[in-house]
C-alpha cells in the first residue's frame, strides 16, 4: 500500500496513520504482530531489515515511528515499562556524573535517581524547578542534564520548558522531559529546545489500563545512536504484543485527552465549591498558580486533578468506600477513572519528608478522571463527599 506523504498531516492524523501501513503481503489496515524472536538471513548479512527482536521488530517499529512523529523527534524507542525508559536515558551519563531534577517528580523516578543511580556513582540534586536560579545554584561542573516532569505527579505543579532549556544551554546540560501527564496531544516538549521526551505509555498514550510501557523520543541524530545502542545493550524494548496494544491506544489520543480534559474541567470546578474539599489541585483553574504559564506551555490542561480533602469532616475510607465508578488505584491515564491515596500508596516508596517538601500531605488524593460522562463522575463524588451546598 503506498505510504502518503505526512509531511502536510497534522497530529490527529498522524496518530492513526503513521507507520501503520506495513502490510505488503496482504494490505492489512492495521499493524500485524509479529511475535517471532528472530528472522530468516537471507544468506550472510542480507536480511530484511530484522535479524532479532530485541534489537528490532516491524510492529515495534510502526509504534515508534508514530511516536516520533507525534512528539515531533527523528527517533524513538518503545521500551518494556517508563522506567525501563527512564532508566535507560540515565546510561547517557557515566560515573561522577551530576543530573539535577525537580523535587516533586514520580516517586519512582526520585527511587531511580536517589537510590539506584548513586551505586553507579551519578548523583542527582533535587529542587524546586519553578524557579530558575534555584537551578542555576544547583549546577556543578559535573553537571549534565536537567530533567523535568511538567504537570508534576500528583500535586500538578508545572515547569517552564522553555526557561528550562534556557538554562541548560547556558551551561551545555541536556534538557530532558517526562511528558507522561499531558500526552504530545497537549504538549511537546522537544519542539521547546528539549532533547529528549519520554513517556509511561501505561498511561495516556495506551490509555486502557492493559499494558505497561515506556519510551523515549529525541530530535538529535547523534543522540539518537547513543540510545539505539543503549537499548539493546541494556535489552528494554517492549514485546510486539505490547507494542501493538500501545499502537492501537495511540490511534485514538486525541479523542481520549480532550474527553479527559473537559470531565476534569468538570470535576475540578465542581470540587473547588464542596465544604469538605480544602484545596483543588488542576492546571485548569483560574486560579492554579501556573494558569498562565499553562495557558502558554500546553494546549490543554490534562486530565488529572488532585485535591486535599478535610478528613476531620470525611474521613478517607468514607470516601473511598462509597465510591462506585471511581476504583480505588494507582496508575492514571486510562479511559475509567481512578482514585488514589498517594501518602500511602503511589508515593510511599520515598522518605516522609520529601512528600512533605513535595507539597503532599496524608489528605492528598489523586484523580484520574476518566472518559466517562461527566455527570456520572460527579453524582459518584457527590455519592461520596455529600452535596456541595
Ligand atoms: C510521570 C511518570 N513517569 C514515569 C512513570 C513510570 O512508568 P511505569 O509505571 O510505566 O514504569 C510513572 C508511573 O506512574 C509516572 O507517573
Redesign the pocket.
Known amino acids: 500500500m503506498a505510504q502518503p506523504d505526512i509531511g502536510t498531516w497534522r497530529p490527529e492524523t498522524l496518530a492513526v496513520h503513521q507507520g501503520v501501513f506495513q502490510d505488503t503481503a496482504f494490505n492489512s489496515v492495521t499493524t500485524p504482530i509479529y511475535p517471532s524472536s528472530t528472522f530468516a538471513f537471507e544468506r550472510v548479512g542480507v536480511h530484511k531489515g530484522f535479524d532479532y527482536t530485541r534489537s528490532g521488530n516491524p510492529t515495534r517499529q510502526a509504534l515508534t515511528e508514530n511516536l516520533a512523529s507525534l512528539e515531533g523527534g527523528v527517533a524513538a524507542w518503545a521500551t518494556c ?4 525508559a ?1 532508566t535507560t536515558t540515565a546510561f547517557l551519563f557515566r560515573t561522577g556524573d551530576h543530573i539535577v531534577a525537580g523535587h516533586d ?2 516517586s ?2 526520585i527511587r531511580l535517581l536517589d537510590s539506584v543511580l548513586p551505586t553507579l556513582g551519578v548523583s542527582t540534586s533535587f529542587v524546586r524547578m519553578r524557579d530558575p536560579d534555584e537551578v542555576r545554584r544547583a549546577i556543578r561542573p559535573t553537571t549534565r542534564a536537567l530533567l523535568v ?1 511538567t504537570p508534576s ?1 500528583p500535586m500538578l505543579n508545572l515547569v517552564d520548558i522553555t526557561a528550562m532549556v534556557a538554562v541548560a544551554r547556558e551551561h551545555g546540560l541536556l534538557t530532558i522531559v ?1 511528558n ?2 499531558l500526552s504530545p496531544h497537549f504538549q511537546n516538549p522537544l519542539a521547546m529546545g528539549a532533547d529528549v521526551v ?1 513517556h ?4 495516556y498514550l495506551n490509555g486502557h489500563s492493559d499494558v ?3 519510551a523515549i523520543i529525541v530530535r538529535d541524530p547523534k543522540l539518537a545512536e547513543r540510545l539505539s545502542f543503549l537499548v539493546n545493550a541494556l535489552g528494554t524494548t517492549c514485546s510486539p504484543f505490547d507494542a501493538w496494544l500501545v499502537l492501537r491506544g495511540v490511534k485514538t489520543l486525541a479523542c481520549r485527552m480532550e474527553a479527559h480534559q473537559r470531565n476534569a474541567l468538570a470535576v475540578a470546578r465542581w470540587m473547588k465549591k464542596h465544604p469538605r474539599v480544602l484545596k483543588v489541585y488542576y492546571p485548569g483553574l483560574e486560579d492554579h498558580p501556573d494558569y498562565t504559564l499553562a495557558c502558554r506551555q500546553m494546549r490543554g490542561f490534562g486530565g488529572m486533578v488532585s485535591f486535599d480533602l478535610d478528613q476531620g469532616k470525611l474521613p478517607l475510607d468514607d470516601l473511598f468506600g462509597k465510591l462506585k465508578l471511581f476504583a480505588l488505584a494507582e ?2 491515564g486510562g479511559v475509567e477513572s481512578l482514585i488514589e491515596h498517594p501518602w500511602t500508596m ?1 508515593h510511599a516508596s520515598i522518605a516522609e519528608e520529601t512528600r512533605i517538601a513535595a507539597g503532599i500531605s496524608p489528605n492528598t488524593i489523586r484523580m484520574s478522571i476518566g472518559i466517562e460522562h461527566p455527570d456520572d463522575l460527579i453524582a459518584d463524588l457527590e455519592r461520596a463527599l455529600g452535596p456541595v451546598a
Open positions: 515499562t517508563g522506567m525501563a527512564l517528580i514520580y519512582g523516578t516532569e505527579n517526562d507522561t501527564f519520554v509511561s505509555t501505561t498511561k505497561v510501557g515506556g496508575s492514571l503511589s
